[in-house]
């Protein structure tokens, strides 16, 4: 069974610029996460789509970040624009649509640094 | 709002020992607690997900435990080798998302 995937595994740009990310979650997985992980921390939730559409995105920063999943598949993060402190490794994840218990299997992520 | 602490943040044990992580929860209402292993530059693994109704879960040499009750989990793992160095996460399931500890970075010494 192949795994989660993602794209590009490592960006460098300038403050200001935009980026975006890519993943392909688990065939079959009905639910994606997106996670930012900064450096010493543990990964917070960005957006958590369920099929199409989004159910918590409550810590997303709507103002420079988006985030689509198109036909309940694939998905795009993107930030426009970057800044400093969005140097980090953002993580996608998907799960299973069980009401109360799930196993999330992570992606390897992409380590973006914004200088 | 839910707060999840990890303790110690590191430790080194030597090759063979036995060792206990401390996962603590500030909200006891949670659907399940599932505990991550990330290597250094990689995403995370699912080691152990432990459901509310259970008390606990074994894979291997890992025993994980909860208790809602006091907020606390454990991850158990015996005879400790250098391959299990990473850093250990525990993640808490409120009514959607998932709350992350920040981790403890584990290294076992040949």
């Known amino acids: 069974e192949a795994g989660v995937a993602q794209s590009p595994r490592y960006k460098i740009i300038e403050k200001r610029q935009s980026v975006a990310f890519w993943c392909n979650p688990i065939?079959?997985?009905?639910?994606l996460y997106w996670y930012q992980q900064i450096l010493g921390q543990g990964p917070k939730l960005l957006i958590q789509?369920?099929?199409?559409?989004?159910?918590?995105d409550s810590q997303l920063p709507k103002d420079r970040f988006s985030a689509e999943r198109l036909k309940g598949v694939d998905s795009t993060l993107k930030i426009q624009p970057a800044k400093l402190e969005d140097s980090a490794v953002y993580l996608c994840?998907?799960?299973?649509?069980?009401?109360?218990?799930?196993?999330?299997?992570f992606g390897p992520g992409t380590r973006l640094l914004v200088l | 709002k839910q707060e999840v602490t990890q303790i110690p943040a590191a430790l080194s044990v030597p090759e063979g020992e036995n060792l206990v992580l401390n996962c603590s929860f500030t909200?006891?209402?949670?659907?399940?607690l599932q505990w991550f292993r990330q290597d250094p530059g990689k995403g995370l693994t699912s080691l152990l997900l432990?459901?509310?109704?259970?008390r606990e879960q074994t894979s291997g040499r890992l025993n994980a435990s909860l208790d809602k009750s006091s907020g606390r989990s454990t991850l158990y793992i015996a005879a400790s080798q250098p391959g299990d160095s990473a850093t250990y996460l525990c993640?808490?399931?409120?009514?959607?998302?998932?709350?992350f500890g920040t981790g403890t970075r584990l290294k076992v010494l040949a």
């Open positions: 994840a998907s799960s299973l649509e069980v009401p109360q218990g799930e196993t999330q299997y």
């Open positions: 065939s079959g997985h009905a639910t």
């Open positions: 789509f369920q099929n199409n559409g989004v159910v918590d």
């Open positions: 909200d006891s209402a949670i659907y399940n």
């Open positions: 432990i459901q509310s109704s259970q």
């Open positions: 993640a808490v399931k409120g009514t959607y998302k998932y709350i």
